[in-house]
């Protein structure tokens, strides 16, 4: 198997459990407006986000990671990724229909396991090549990450056999796994993934910049988690911690930004790159968010209204800065067929992003300011939702097509 096969085979199947999420999604929306019979809320919703995270972002990045640093082990990863597709189907399957329960947790306890089977793999096969570049750097740190975002699952069976199921240690358990997971894993990987393609193709950067980048991003990331431990109202050295390694990335990517504009140079179609160019926007928004979080006032009021700001950030993060991310990477590089139909996908997913991030931020405003919601608030949030599932099958239609037209061959110029 070329490793080419093998990074669009698992885009594809990644993309799979993206339209799912979406649709999923896009059923909870609807749900706020009329209870769906058969249907339990908290059961799908753990369905959503499950399979979002692992079956979308954490596949389609293995896939990449294999494919830009260790493309001879293409065919002994596919194994290992091929076992981990089966829990995550498991966990689709379950999760539905029973939320956190037998079936459920004993596909996600195994997920586990093949993860920690595709650290051990990958990092053997990246030692072997004897390369300490920096994206490697990028790629050992998100790797740890990964590994250490798994003591949030395996904590919960102690916490909820002592009776604290959905109490204080159950809800920082979860959100340190989140945490972990893709601001810890995820997001270190892409960064990794940006580099070593600029690596790859010898593309000149300052090599300097791109460490204090680096220093400035991951470094910081294991006292960010104070930011997670806000809502309990804790030591003003809490708000600090937090608010000074938010300070140290937001530093990071202004140091780090001719790096990620030679990357953003070197996209020669002119509509990824402006895709691109909001990706850096809902990072660079993020940052923001991160620091005035870290203040005390607006630290009670994402409190206050959490249903709306935390589920805003996380699909900011998510959606805005990791899907959007990988789908432009994926394309430009081959692994998905482009043409105008799937630009069309993206540009309707996108406005539905969009308008579902202003819904909901805007709403949490109101409500913390005046008292008073968005007029049809949950109406206008499925309306805007219903867009980002109908643009992705858009685009998933036209790549599960199995020949490429000699015209679609190669990405489109303008």
């Known amino acids: 198997m070329s490793v080419d096969t093998f990074v669009v085979r698992w885009t594809k199947i990644s993309l799979h459990f993206l339209v799912f999420a979406a649709v999923a999604g896009a059923t909870l929306r609807f749900y706020n407006l009329a209870p769906i019979i058969g249907i339990n809320y908290k059961f799908l919703l753990h369905a959503h986000s499950h399979i979002a995270m692992l079956g979308w972002l954490y596949i389609v990045v293995a ?63 990246l030692r072997e090549k004897n390369n300490k570049s920096l994206a490697n750097r990028w790629i050992r740190w998100a790797l740890f990450f990964l590994l250490i975002s798994s003591i949030g699952p395996w904590s919960l069976g102690p916490i909820m056999l002592f009776g604290e199921k959905h109490g204080t240690l159950y809800n920082l358990a979860i959100y340190y796994y989140l945490h972990f997971l893709y601001n810890g894993f995820l997001l270190p990987a892409v960064f990794g993934i940006i580099l070593k393609h600029l690596e790859n193709n010898q593309i000149k950067f300052n090599i300097e910049r791109a460490k204090l980048f680096f220093q400035l991003t991951v470094y910081p990331i294991i006292p960010l988690y104070a930011l997670s431990l806000l809502w309990l109202k804790p030591s003003i050295w809490v708000y600090i911690i937090g608010g000074l390694a938010a300070l140290m990335q ?25 895709l691109f160019g909001l990706v850096l926007t809902a990072y660079s928004f993020k940052l923001f968010l991160q620091i005035i979080s870290s203040l005390p006032v607006i630290a009670e009021y994402v409190y206050q209204t959490r249903v709306f700001t ?41 406005t539905g992003l969009i308008l579902s991030e ?9 409500l913390y300011t005046k008292g008073v919601s968005i007029s049809n608030y949950s109406q206008w949030l499925f309306y805007a939702s219903i867009l980002m599932p109908i643009g992705l099958m858009v685009m998933w239609v036209i790549q599960l097509k199995r020949k490429t037209n000699r015209n679609e061959a190669t990405v489109l110029k303008t």
């Open 63 to 125: 896939a990449l990671l294999v494919k830009e640093f260790i493309p001879d082990q293409a065919v002994k990863i596919n194994k290992v990724l091929g076992t981990t597709v089966i829990m995550i189907i498991g966990m689709m399957l379950s999760f539905p229909f029973q939320g956190y329960g037998l079936v459920s947790i004993t596909f996600s306890t195994f997920f586990l396991f093949t993860s920690y089977w595709f650290v051990v793999v990958f990092l053997r096969k």
């Open 250 to 274: 937001l530093v990071g990517i202004m140091i780090g930004w001719p790096i990620l504009r030679t990357y953003w140079q070197s996209i020669k179609q002119k509509f990824y790159k402006a």
């Open 358 to 366: 202003i819904i909901l931020f805007t709403n949490g405003l109101l």
């Open 310 to 350: 935390a589920i805003g950030y996380i699909h900011l993060v998510m959606l805005g800065f990791l899907s959007m991310f990988i789908l432009i990477y994926t394309i430009i590089n081959k692994n998905l067929r482009d043409n105008k139909v799937v630009r069309f996908g993206l540009v309707v997913f996108i």
